[in-house]
C-alpha cells in the first residue's frame, strides 16, 4: 500500500493523530523500498524507529498494533519497565526477541495449515473411514506357479465392489453428520513426559537447549489407545495430519527471516526508564535498563532456540506519556536509534463523539450488538453521544486523563441497569437520548470524590 492508502486503513479503527500515522505509514512504505534494493546497498539501510509521545489512551499502541497487521508482520508489545539491567533477577532484554520469533513462528505455521488445510481434511477422513470400517486384513492367497495367466476369482472383485461401496456410504453420512455420536478407538501420542528441574541463572535458549527436541528421544513416542466421538476424532486426526504436512524446518526458516526483515517491536513505556542517575546503590538503575535496550535496538545478534536472529532491521515504536521525563533525558545513543519523534494529541468532545460511532469496531456497536444478543434493541440518539463525549472529557479534565479508556468506564456505568435486566426486560427497545445520559450519570460527574472513584 501507499502511505496515503496506509493512512486511510488507519483511519477505519484510530480517530485522529494524523502525524503518527503519517510517520508509521512511512516507515512501512520505506521498509518495502528497501526491499527493491540491491542487497549491498539494502544491507546498509537500517529502519528509521519513531517515538510517540502523547497521554494515555490516545491510540499509540493501536496505531502500532494495526500497522502490524496490515503489514503482516511479526508485532510484540512490550513494556520497557519490565526489563531490569544484567546482574538483576528479572527479564533479560534479549526475550523480547525471543517472543517475537515464537509469535512468527505462529503466524507462519498458520498460514502454512491453511495451505495444507483440505489435504489434511481429507487424509483425515480416510483415516477415520478405516477406523469405522477396517479393510480386510488376510493376505491374498498366492497364485500357482506358471498360471500368471490365470483369471482372478469373481468373488474376489466382487468382495472388494461391496466394501467400496459400503465405504462411500459411510463417507456420505460422515459428511452429513449422522455418525457424529458414534464412538472410535484413536491411538493418540501421550504427552505426559517425566517432570525435571533445570536449575540455571542462564535461560533455556542461553545453554543451547531444545527441551522439545531432547524429550522425545530420552522417552520415546508412546502412544495408547482412546475412545472418542466421531467428531472429536476427526479434529484430531485432522491436527495430526496438518503436523504431517507441514515442514517444521521451512517454517523455521521463513519465520526468523520474517522477523529480521519485517518484525515491529513496540516499546511501551519508554518515558519510565528515561532519566540518567549518578549516584550508586543496590537498586535497577534506570540507565542501565537503557543501555541493555541500546544493542538490541542498534543491531545485534540475538541466540534462539530457532538460531541466531539479527535485530538491524527490525522496527521499533517507543512510546511513552513523558510527563516527567522528556526524550531528551533518554542516553544520547539510544535517543540517536529513535531519529523520529511525534507528538499525539489529547482527545477533544468532537474525537470523543467520533470514536464513539466511526471506527469499523467503535463503542456503540459493540454494545448494540452484545445486548442485540438477548433480543434488546439499543439505539443511541446523537444528542446522547454529544453527552457522553462531554461527560468523558469533563472526568478527564477533573482527575487523571486516561483517553479514551474513560469512554469504556462510563459506558459500562451507562447500560449497567439494562445489562444485567436485559434477559428479563419486558420491553425490548431502549433508546438512550441525552435525557437518559444525564439521569444515569449527572450526579456522579457533579461530585468529583464519586466520580473518582466510580468513573
Request: charge should be negative; aromatic fraction near 4%; charged fraction near 35%.
Amino acid at each position: 500500500m501507499t502511505p496515503r492508502q496506509t493512512v486511510a486503513e488507519l483511519d477505519k479503527y484510530v480517530v485522529g493523530q494524523a502525524d503518527a500515522k503519517r510517520a508509521v505509514a512511512i516507515a512501512l512504505r520505506n521498509r518495502l523500498r528497501r526491499q527493491k534494493l540491491s542487497e549491498e546497498l539494502a544491507e546498509e539501510i537500517l529502519p528509521k524507529n519513531i517515538i510517540m509521545i502523547g497521554p494515555t489512551g490516545v491510540g499509540k499502541t493501536e496505531i502500532a498494533r494495526r500497522l502490524a497487521r496490515l503489514a503482516n508482520s511479526p508485532f510484540l508489545k512490550v513494556e520497557a519497565s519490565r526489563f531490569t539491567e544484567v546482574g538483576y533477577v528479572g527479564r533479560d532484554v534479549e526475550s523480547m526477541i525471543r517472543d517475537l520469533v515464537e509469535i512468527s513462528i505462529d503466524m507462519v505455521r498458520e498460514e502454512k495449515v491453511n495451505e495444507v488445510a483440505e489435504k489434511a481434511e481429507q487424509n483425515a477422513e480416510e483415516r477415520l473411514l478405516d477406523l469405522l470400517l477396517p479393510p480386510p486384513t488376510a493376505a491374498p492367497r498366492p497364485k500357482p506357479p506358471g498360471n500368471d495367466d490365470q483369471p482372478s476369482l469373481p468373488g474376489a472383485s466382487s468382495g472388494a465392489e461391496n466394501l467400496d461401496r459400503t465405504r462411500e456410504k459411510l463417507r456420505a453420512q460422515l459428511r452429513e453428520g449422522k455418525l457424529d455420536e458414534r464412538q472410535v478407538e484413536v491411538d493418540v501420542r501421550e504427552r505426559s513426559f517425566p517432570a525435571f528441574e533445570v536449575v540455571s541463572s542462564q535461560g533455556i535458549e542461553e545453554m543451547d537447549i531444545n527441551i522439545k527436541d531432547i524429550l522425545p528421544g530420552l522417552f520415546g513416542q508412546r502412544t495408547k489407545k482412546r475412545r472418542m466421538r466421531v467428531t472429536e476424532a476427526m479434529d484430531y486426526l485432522i491436527q495430526e495430519e496438518e503436523n504431517r504436512l507441514i515442514d517444521m524446518d521451512q517454517v523455521t526458516r521463513s519465520a526468523v527471516e520474517r522477523v529480521e526483515q519485517n518484525g515491529i517491536i513496540f516499546l511501551d513505556e519508554i518515558d519510565k526508564i528515561a532519566g540518567r542517575e549518578r549516584g550508586h546503590g543496590p537498586d535497577v538503575s534506570r540507565e542501565g535498563v537503557q543501555r541493555d535496550i541500546l544493542p538490541i535496538v542498534e543491531g545485534t545478534t540475538v541466540n534462539t532456540r530457532y538460531g541466531m536472529v539479527r535485530t538491524d532491521h527490525i522496527l521499533f515504536i517507543a512510546a511513552g506519556a513523558f510527563h516527567v521525563s522528556k526524550p531528551s533525558d533518554l542516553i544520547p545513543e539510544l535517543q540517536g536509534r529513535f531519529p523520529i519523534r511525534v507528538e499525539l494529541q489529547s482527545l477533544t468532545v468532537e474525537d470523543f463523539i467520533r470514536i464513539l460511532k466511526e471506527p469499523k469496531s467503535a463503542l456503540v456497536k459493540q454494545y448494540t450488538a452484545l445486548l442485540e444478543t438477548d433480543g434488546i434493541k439499543l439505539s443511541f440518539t446523537d444528542d446522547a453521544l454529544e453527552e457522553l463525549a462531554k461527560f468523558a472529557t469533563a472526568v478527564n479534565d477533573q482527575t487523571e486523563n486516561i483517553g479514551a479508556r474513560r469512554l469504556h468506564t462510563i459506558m459500562e456505568r451507562l447500560l449497567d441497569e439494562v445489562s444485567f435486566e436485559g434477559p428479563d426486560l419486558k420491553k425490548k427497545t431502549v433508546k438512550v437520548d441525552a435525557a437518559y445520559v444525564q439521569e444515569r450519570l449527572a450526579d456522579i460527574v457533579k461530585n468529583q470524590d464519586l466520580s473518582r472513584y466510580i468513573l
